[in-house]
């Protein structure tokens, strides 16, 4: 049934409003990922007063192809998800700024959120859920290909390479891991590796070399991402003879870390080696009154059911704080 029809009240004209600088909000939530989407339902549903910031819609969820682990579908591409998401979010009426970037928050018993533009919001709790971004390798193509190509999540990407060639760039677990993933259902995987050694836990070592379509190119790098509509081949370089080669690939997985978006929490918040935000598991963040949620903090398995689940959690830990001072 068309959700529009059913309530007959639907349009986001309506249903987002300014962001307002002269109050003071129960909740802002910073991100517009599947973790701040739901965490924003959330609050809402509990009747607080709630805003929330949004640099990019969706995150990572915007740039995935085609996602078939989300529950309640088969199969969605991602910026269709996450303009459900959206969707889902504006029937509550929801104060929203889209475009904002947090350059700074503030602790106190009303906290401030700075924005780049120089906007100041206030709210007695937030919930920070923004996300992470791949660590990118900074080469010709990467950008233009990506989605084309390039990618980073071999969990949801893998099966779009049967029978394929790829190149799995980077020798830690997530790229061994992504390696095996591929070796599993793609022609050849070329994993791509700085170092002379792979640098991931012995058991998925041992478990990478039983795959007899795997070559590992150690002290080599990509130095370009080739193709005109999709990959075609990825340039790498044996860093000790400096002799390149054009590898025939019609992917290419970057797994060389995810950073989270942090730099605004670093000297506020408690973070781990990594940069992560450390939650409890309630969400409660190092400073009373701030929670987070999904890539950004240190909670394992970065997935959308996963940060969803955690904006959630992160949503009813707000509002116990805010309606009962828990
Ligand atoms: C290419 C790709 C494919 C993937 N495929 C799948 C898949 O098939 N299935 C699956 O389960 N998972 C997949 N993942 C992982 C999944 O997308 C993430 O785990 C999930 O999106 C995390 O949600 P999040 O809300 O925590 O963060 P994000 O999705 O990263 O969202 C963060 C939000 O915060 C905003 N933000 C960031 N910095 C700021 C700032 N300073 N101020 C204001 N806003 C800010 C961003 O613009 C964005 O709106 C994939 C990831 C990628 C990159």
Known sequence: MDFKLQTGIFTEEQN??????????????????????????????????????????????????????????????????????????????????????????????????????????????????????????????????????????????????VNKKVVVVGGGNSGIEAAIDLAKVGEKVTMVQFLDRLTGDKSLEDKLHEFKNVQVRYEHEVTGINGSQSVESVTVKNRKTGKTEDVSAQGIFVEIGLVPNSEFAKGVLKLNQAGEIMVDCASRTSAPGIFAAGDVTDVPFKQIIIAAGEGAKAALSACNYILMGE
Do not use: H
Not at 106 to 125: M, Y
Not at 136 to 141: D, F
């Open 16 to 161: 987002f409003k300014p962001l307002k600088t002269d109050i003071v909000y129960d909740v802002l939530i910073l991100g517009g990922g599947p973790a701040g989407f739901t965490a924003a339902v959330y609050c809402m549903r509990k009747g607080v007063s709630t805003g929330l910031i949004v640099k990019e819609i969706g995150g990572q969820v915007a740039e995935t192809a085609g996602i078939e682990n989300y529950m309640g579908y088969r199969y969605i591409n991602g910026m269709d998800l996450a303009m459900k998401f959206k969707e889902q979010v504006a029937q509550f009426g929801i104060d929203y700024d889209e475009k904002g970037t947090v350059k700074a928050i503030e602790t106190g018993d009303v906290k401030k959120v700075r924005l780049t533009d120089g906007r100041v919001f206030s709210a007695r709790a937030l919930i920070i859920a923004t996300g992470a971004a791949w660590r990118k390798l900074g080469v010709p193509g990467e950008d233009e290909l990506r989605g084309k190509g390039v990618a980073n999540c071999s969990t949801c990407d893998a099966p779009f390479y």
